[in-house]
């Protein structure tokens, strides 16, 4: 099992930027692709990113195409996700979580706490 533990989130206005952080541990990510996801009370939470870690393959939402970017620094074990342009119906709490590679979004799992991050107009 893996920890994993987001931070970065804070309060920008409608057009900043932050870089969000999932930190893992307890494991070797070689094995997974990691997710990140976003939660907005009410909805169902869904997936904006993705970064399979051994190999070049990445994913990002249409949603978030073009202003966010996934990705990893080896040596820290963490997997980004830099958000640019930010608008406001991009505020939720973000969460990362890891799948096996070729598993189904269903099989994501090792949540973290998340984040929460907000866009005032």
């Known amino acids: 099992q893996v920890q994993l533990a987001e931070s970065g989130g804070g309060l920008v206005q409608a057009g900043g930027s932050l870089r969000l952080s999932c930190a893992a541990s307890g494991g070797t990510l070689s094995y997974f692709v990691v997710g990140w996801f976003r939660q907005v009370p009410g909805k169902d939470r869904e997936i904006v990113a993705a970064l399979t870690w051994s190999g070049p393959s990445t994913y990002v939402a249409d949603s978030f195409k073009g202003r966010f970017t996934i990705s990893k620094d080896n040596a820290r074990n963490t997997v980004y996700l830099q958000m640019y342009s930010l608008k406001p119906e991009d505020t939720g709490v973000y969460y990362c979580?890891?799948?096996?590679?070729?598993?189904?979004?269903?099989?994501?799992?090792?949540w973290g706490q998340g984040t929460q991050v907000t866009v005032s107009p």
């Open positions: 979580a890891v799948k096996p590679r070729g598993g189904t979004t269903n099989e994501y799992r090792d």
